[in-house]
């Protein structure tokens, strides 16, 4: 059986035109638009296509989309403030800081920073604690869009065998949290799981299996359980090619679903940063 | 092999030895001690208990304890000024709101309405999600009693295959998110798990096994793993007795350590609940 692919570019079209829609009854009810505005400390070519990316998806939904370029040279103290007066300025409805930020600067204490009303990715401690507590609209883009591969799939999650792998902050343990949920067993792996040397037999009974791990093929093919859905995060460059965590070709031939890679998770993410947006939107104009 | 039992009391001393030379310090440098408020709203039989406890703990750590009493009849728009006060006066560093509350109380609600930064159970979302993130002094107090249990074992969790039945807010996820942390290969199990017929074969891999779900000797001793760590965070009246969520007799034959019921978590949580005071207090005078 050669699994059905769950390509990233179809679930995104569907989500953009219900924010889109979203975003026009909003406008027609409050007269005024969401606004994210998105601060990025010094030059990055990888950071640029992001930003490209985001701007042409905000303009298609009809949000404000504002990029704040400031320069490397920028100081912690200085950027603490710049993000301070983007929390008290009231037409601003969203902040994303954009990564990779230069060296000096410690990133995390600055997305900390970020009220969390206005956190559009879902990372401040508040908006993450919400997701535990099951009372929650945002949350970090890939896990959010993780979720959404899986709902496409109009398979039901109850009861579920669900094995994520890899139990990083952005994606690990808060898709973890939503995965419980939605009443799947769950079970993270990661580095310690890998050296025990079990990480094998935890990925052979998933029925559910999320790779986020940054390793190509860490996952091998013969290890899929027949029949699961597969979700691979990886992106990973291999030579001229960019490939994912989960040898495709063999997991292709046992999954009943799996993600392409480029073309899973990836098309979805910049869409959930705008959901975000306007979700936050909608808690401050209510 | 009969199993060595993880008492409680034990853990609790030296906790409380701990918590204690720290207030000391701290008044010492200071000259000045951290003060919890107990809310509680309306008289309440089992709550009465644990206001009790509470007090002599306290008293004994040296920390300033004062109980609040209401009226049943508070209503909920009075309960939140009465916590809002609480959040703003400099004279109390934690609240803790006494459950049961009256049934016309939204409990939840007034607990997200604790600053964070007084919140003496770790359960506002901010403080979940530092714990999400790695970044956590204080968390729920079952939660942090069963990491407690786990450490006064000396035994390492990275790698080891942790199995948590029960999800809730309280014990099983933030539970989950303390044993990632350390690298325990964490799968958390419930009513899907429970009714998909697969709680048995998840319990039997389990090497840490954590059991709050609240159901009288829903796992069985002969679930258990050879040489496991079974901490029974359940409290259940059976007849006369208070017996546990694992089938005690059974699993202790199995298991290498294992908690008595009654005597395993519960006499550690009120010092916990003490030591988040103190960490609270730290951050409010450093």
């Known amino acids: 059986m050669a699994a059905v692919l769950l390509e990233g570019k179809v679930v995104a079209e569907g989500l953009k035109a219900k924010v889109k829609a979203e975003v026009e009854a909003l406008k027609a009810k409050y007269n005024k638009a969401p606004k994210l505005i998105a601060l990025q400390i010094g030059e990055n070519a990888s950071s640029a296509v992001y930003v490209k990316a985001q701007k042409k998806v905000a303009e298609l939904l009809g949000i404000e989309y504002e990029l704040k370029t400031v320069p490397g040279s920028t100081s912690q103290a200085e950027a603490e403030v710049i993000i301070k007066n983007l929390n008290k300025n009231p037409g ?83 898709l973890a949290l939503m995965l419980l949920n939605k009443f799947a067993t769950t079970t993270v792996c990661h580095i310690g799981t890998g050296e025990r040397g079990v990480l094998p037999e935890h990925v052979k009974r998933a029925e559910i299996l999320v790779v986020a791990v940054g390793k190509a093929g860490i996952v091998k093919g013969d290890w899929i359980r027949e029949g ?33 890679v480029p073309g899973g998770v990836g098309p979805i993410t910049t869409t959930i940063l705008m959901r975000n947006t306007v979700e936050l939107f909608k808690e401050q104009v209510k």
Chains 1, 2 share one sequence.
Do not use: W
Not at 95 to 116: G, R, T, Y
Not at 124 to 137: C, D, E, F, S
Not at 242 to 254: M, P, Q, R, Y
């Open 228 to 260: 699961a859905i597969v979700i691979d995060v990886g992106i990973n460059r291999v030579g001229d090619k960019i490939s994912g965590d989960v040898e495709f070709e063999g997991a292709s031939k046992k999954a009943a679903y799996i993600t392409p």
């Open 92 to 174: 601003v409805t969203a902040v994303i800081l954009q990564l990779p930020v230069p060296k000096d600067i410690d990133a995390k204490s600055l997305v900390n920073l970020i009220a969390p009303e206005k956190d559009a990715e879902g990372m401040h401690p508040q908006n993450l604690g919400r997701i535990l507590l099951g009372q929650y609209k945002i949350g970090p883009c890939t896990a959010m869009a993780v979720m959404e591969l899986l709902e496409s799939t109009k398979i039901s999650l109850y009861g579920k065998e669900a094995v994520v792998v890899g139990h990083s902050e952005i994606v690990g343990k808060p």
